[in-house]
């Protein structure tokens, strides 16, 4: 890259790190001389950075909470728009030695079960797919973040946690899936938005466009997620 | 008193303006009208209290076993020395959250480690134990390299002259070594009590995060940013005060 | 109590043997940089000799194979530095060493109190080291080795920072002590070998040049050092049967019975030395230095102490030749 | 050499432990046979090539800024020095994330200081800059402390005699107390380059994470426990091995 | 460079009034603890007086508002222990006064290599203090003061640690180094303050008892520390016109010219004392000690030097009564 190209700054979940990177470099083949930088990080990390004046031309975060903060700071250049979702899946280590087969069995004495606690995104999904089920979970740990309960699960540590479909896939056989219908009842939508104050409004939107485009949800769907 | 050259003042100043300007940007951001609210709530209240009482813990067992990790390699010779000595550094470097994966590989049920106790009927991870391990991990390279710096500056002087009157090592240890020595240990002791109070990354990955029983204040505030950012600053602010106080109690109570 | 050492430290040119009886105690004298504290730390087990052996009492304290550690050897030492330790009041300072041997907290304070009121330093018991002054930390030094009451105690210029009215009275104490026990005195005043030595070994350059028991090395030196020491001129020529012959062809009559020929050192004292017209020894004036009554008159090898008129009246000053003469009764000769 | 009473290795050993373990853990967690490939990665080398470069200014910095404080606190006596002691150790406690989050409010656009920067068409937030403000922030209080304790231990005795010679303030500084307190200084500094090499939370909340600019190692760390972690345990154990090295090298360079 | 001192530091119980003429040597005496290295310090600057001030040459060095830093003073100290810097070697530690009074580095060094020949201690050159002997490293601390040639110097006992061949050399060269520069020394040696210093003022407890020229001090000493420190006896008592009347009745016979009554102090050597069969001053021995040729007697108040073969007839131990009488002319007088 030469110092003349044009840089189009996209501030991303962390989640989407994969599929994003794919789709970047898609962009910058079909603009040629833009070169795309994806900052990958939490998304509440993002939102505060973009509330502090972070030079990004695009948002996309992993919750619409997150997203609505960005708006109501008055920040969102145009209405954020949904690309993707994502269900929770149950997630037991490796052969499920813990014998896990449904939701209600996770209620079982002596399982070390993980969730998300009730504060971020994950968390809230699983608090709406155990009031659909009528259950109530005793969690050993509720975890800040999808991928500390994949670590834990991933490790053996814990038998069982409630994740993303799209975790399962990238924690590759370390994991097994084991789905779920109350999963229905809590899905969870991916949106993004240009940032207002962006010098690259117009790629920027060129770059939204790319995600929502047949392209862009291929994509995506590759990595585990499911469409809007 | 010693007369320091004028133009230290100024980068000392830099320096304190780098450490002060980011505290006073976050009192400013603290919502006060709402702050005795916020820092009272159960939850808050609970983090505080695990923290202390994890944080102290921690404290204790670093100098239980640094002190003697100081002693060795500030005092003995042996091969690999040097190499011990970096290999001690290491949860310094180590993204704490690496640090946590680890020690879940080591203590956890299915770790090097766990795997045996697993057998015996002790579970760690999980538990209020499993938060002071973390802990201890971060926290003992601060104790073992202040002391370390200090035994060597100290030199062994005084030691041979007690050695002289008699007086056999673990004696020379506690009366000679340790007292002359205190002000370097009193400063490493608070150094990582303060880090194990600010632990984050390990806690989470190794320990968990359940109220009351692994989630400390810094895991409290990470999850208050997500729905309540006001209430992160708050207790982030809360933390700030608890560990000014501690350790200037510290000093305080220390004789030097 | 008997010490036998027989070692060396070739890193810094120490090689020597020592012995020291039973009940006794040993002066060690010699220039600066001869080896003395380094033989002292040598016996004290801070430093291991590099070959050689050190036994106390047969006890093998160091060869080949063995080294017992500082603390189990039974041997206080206090260094030229008297290093107190800083955190502690001079009392506990006394009464570390009666700890470490045994003493319970109480009786080792009670007799650290009684050290201190011996030495006459009853008054600062509570004073930390920083807050004394230098012979005042030096007698905490001396109280704190002697209550330590070690089967071998090591001095290293005890005295040297103690006032006159202080030190005549510590050396009588010290005196006292170490009747009966065995120690090694390490010292550059001929007063502390005198009144506390048994014999004196004579160190130059990492090596024992002479031992002996402390009048014979101090009236009949052997060694330039040795007779600076004791205060006496010394000089050595061949015996012809009524003087001495010297290197320069000047004679020195003196006593004596001896084969003519044999090499014979003569000893003298500065007093004794007397000027002449003519027909003396030779010498030319070095340098002058005042001292009590009389001026001590230093020449290429033989000082000579004059009353100062002599000095005025022969405008004695240095570069100015001079005739010296000695009473032969006043000379001492013996085997070289 | 001084002898060492013997029980002292029994709490060494488990300390010794408490560190190896986990690391031998992690060793044992290492994809071998993609190591190679997965540390050569253009994204793991412009992340590794970016820490070097920002902790190696960080610990710089922390040298600039830090003995002038450190000399401060030992060295002279005013009122409030005790609670400036306590506040140089803040960035310590606090978790890195809400030191980010101070920061970008005292540097960032909208910052307490960050506004005026900014008139001045200075950006420090999401610059290299910025990653390095970050490092500095965090790792200065080891410095500070490690050496403000060895310069007590040390004393004025050989500063007093220097001034007694006619050596100005700065002459004493530079020719006397440093060279004398040389080896706590650098392991302060070698303290503050291994904290600043493993900083993530204030880097990524401050600095963000753009590769080639400010995702460094443990941020790249971070993200690869995302989608790959195999490869987040080989860049950890990158992480330890360039820090033992340093580490090393200049324990050998240095002269005590 | 003339010093005039009048300050005084409460919590050491020192309050004291000095002052030096320019160009002399003044030596401070007195018994450990007396307050010498205090006096020091203070003309250091080292430590701040309580009260007064301290002038040099007519520049308020300190009183109530002014404190002149260590650095500005242009006086250097060679303290009671050498102070080494540890990291440099023995020719830096003397290039190191050098340099911070603005020589450059080149010259320093070379400068500082003349320093350490001159005091022969050449060999020496690249050692670390911690490679040096005791004495060697004093020697080094010498050549280091010296060398940083300050208008005014401050000595504390720079001669304890030496030995017997070295000290008398190393008087010398600091007399050459001294003549006409001003300095204070402080000393428990006499042959220090014979050969070094222009006057001598005793401390005791903190305050000056007695200054004035040497020769006049040790000759005619006032206080009993002054008189021990130059070998005298010293007894007061009024004067009858042919003799002392000491307080205890006795009679000292001596010469002198005073009104009937008057208060005077009498000087005599210990070895002008004789033993009588009766009739002397009555005095119980205390104590024998060994010294060169004669052996010191020691009683109350007065010492004799006395020879062996006299000791051993009368059988002379601890607690024995003895006649003691002192020739008129060997006897000093002067007014109390
Ligand atoms: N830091 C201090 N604090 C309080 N008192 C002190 C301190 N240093 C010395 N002193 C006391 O002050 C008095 C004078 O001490 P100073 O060191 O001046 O004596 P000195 O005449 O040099 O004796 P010496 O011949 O033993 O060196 C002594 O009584 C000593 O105990
Ligand atoms: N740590 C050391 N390393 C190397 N050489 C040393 C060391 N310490 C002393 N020396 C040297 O060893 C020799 C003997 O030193 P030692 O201290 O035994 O002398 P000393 O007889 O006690 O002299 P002094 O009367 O000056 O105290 C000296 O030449 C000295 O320079
Ligand atoms: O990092 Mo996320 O995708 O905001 O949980
Ligand atoms: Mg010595
Ligand atoms: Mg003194």
Request: glycine share 8%.
């Amino acid at each position: 890259p030469t110092s003349e190209d044009t840089t189009v700054t996209v501030f991303a979940a962390a989640s989407l790190q994969e599929p994003f990177d794919e789709i970047g470099d898609r962009f910058e083949t079909e603009h040629p001389g833009t070169r795309v930088e994806i900052s990958y990080a939490g998304s509440s990390t993002l939102a505060e950075q973009i509330r502090q004046g972070a030079p990004a031309d695009v948002l996309a975060t992993a919750d619409e909470a997150t997203m609505a903060t960005v708006v109501e700071a008055g920040l969102a250049d145009a209405d954020p728009v949904p690309f993707a979702t994502n269900t929770l899946m149950i997630a037991v280590p490796a052969g499920n030695p813990a014998g896990v087969t449904d939701l209600a069995s996770l209620t079982e004495d002596g399982l070390n079960l993980v969730l998300c606690a009730p504060a971020v995104p994950c968390g809230a999904a699983a608090a709406a797919v155990e009031s659909a089920a009528g259950l109530t979970f005793a969690p050993v740990s509720e975890e800040q973040s999808v991928t500390d309960v994949l670590t834990k699960v991933s490790s053996g540590e814990a038998d069982a946690g409630l994740v993303y479909a799209t975790d399962i896939r990238r924690a590759g056989g370390a994991v097994d899936g084991i789905g779920f219908p109350e999963a229905e009842k809590a899905v969870n939508t991916y949106p993004l938005t240009t940032v207002k104050g962006s010098q690259h409004a117009e790629l920027g939107q060129d770059f939204v466009d790319l995600v929502l485009s047949e392209a862009g949800q291929s994509v995506l769907a590759d990595h585990g997620f499911a469409g809007t | 008193m010693r007369s320091l050259p004028r133009w230290v003042l100024l980068p000392a100043l830099l320096g304190g303006l780098l450490v002060l300007l980011p505290l006073a940007s976050l009192a400013l951001q603290v919502p006060w009208s709402r702050f005795g609210e916020l820092i009272t709530s159960e939850s808050s209240l609970a983090a505080l209290w695990l923290s202390l009482r994890t944080s102290t813990l921690a404290a204790l067992l670093c100098v239980l076993l640094g002190v003697p990790m100081a002693l060795l390699l500030a005092r003995s010779r042996f091969r690999g020395l040097a190499v011990l000595r970096a290999v001690v550094l290491i949860p310094l470097v180590l993204p704490p959250v690496v640090g946590g994966v680890a020690l879940l590989h080591t203590f956890g049920r299915q770790g090097l480690l766990g795997r045996h106790l697993e057998v015996l009927g002790v579970q760690i991870a999980f538990s209020t134990t499993a938060v002071v391990i973390a802990q201890t991990f971060v926290a003992l390279p601060f104790l073992v390299i202040s002391l370390e710096g200090a035994l060597r500056t100290a030199g062994t002087r005084y030691e041979a002259a007690a050695a002289s009157l008699g007086a056999r090592p673990s004696r020379v240890l506690l009366h000679v070594t340790l007292p002359l020595v205190l002000p370097a240990l009193l400063s490493g002791t608070v150094l990582s009590f303060a880090r194990a109070l600010g632990e984050f990354g390990a806690t989470i990955t190794f320990a968990g995060s359940l109220q009351g029983t692994t989630r400390t204040l810094p895991l409290e505030i990470y999850l208050q940013r997500e729905s309540d950012p006001d209430a992160a600053v708050a207790l982030s602010f809360l933390l700030v005060v608890v560990a000014v106080a501690v350790i200037a109690l510290a000093r305080r109570r220390s004789p030097a | 109590m008997s010490l036998d050492l027989r070692a060396s430290v070739p890193e810094r040119g120490v090689a020597l043997n020592l012995s020291v009886p039973d009940g006794e105690t040993l002066a060690l004298i010699g220039p600066n940089g001869a080896g003395k504290s380094t033989t002292l730390s040598l016996i004290a087990g801070a430093l291991r000799p590099g070959r050689g052996s050190i036994e106390l009492d047969g006890r093998v304290l160091d060869d080949e194979r063995v080294h017992v550690p500082v603390h189990d050897r039974e041997v206080t030492t206090l260094g030229q530095d008297p290093a107190l330790f800083p955190h502690l009041t001079a009392l506990d300072n006394v009464a570390f060493g009666l700890r470490s041997r045994g003493a319970t907290r109480r009786e080792a304070r009670h007799r650290a109190a009684r050290w201190l009121e011996e030495l006459d330093l009853s008054g600062l018991a509570d004073r930390r080291p920083a807050q004394l002054s230098g012979g005042e930390a030096q007698r905490v030094a001396i109280a704190r080795a002697l209550a330590a009451a070690p089967r071998l105690l090591l001095l290293d210029e005890p005295l040297a920072a103690l006032d006159v009215e202080v030190a005549p009275a510590l050396r009588e104490q010290l005196r006292r002590f170490l009747a009966g026990r065995t120690a090694v005195i390490v010292t550059h005043d001929v007063l502390d070998a005198l009144t506390l030595a048994d014999s004196v070994a004579v160190l130059e350059a990492g090596s024992v040049l002479e031992q002996g028991p402390t009048a014979e090395v101090l009236a009949r030196p052997r060694t330039a050092f040795a007779a600076r020491f004791a205060g006496l001129n010394l000089v050595t020529g061949a015996w012809d049967g009524q003087a001495v012959h010297l290197a320069d062809g000047s004679r020195l009559p003196a006593p004596g019975s001896f084969p003519a020929g044999t090499s014979v050192h003569a000893a003298f004292r500065p007093s004794a030395v007397r000027l002449l017209e003519e027909g003396g020894l030779r010498r030319t004036v070095e340098n002058l230095s005042p001292g009590g009554d009389l001026v001590r008159v230093g020449t290429e090898d033989i000082a000579a102490d004059l009353p100062p008129q002599e000095i005025a009246e022969r405008r004695l000053t240095p570069g100015v030749t001079v005739q010296l003469a000695v009473p032969a009764e006043a000379v001492t000769t013996y085997r070289a």
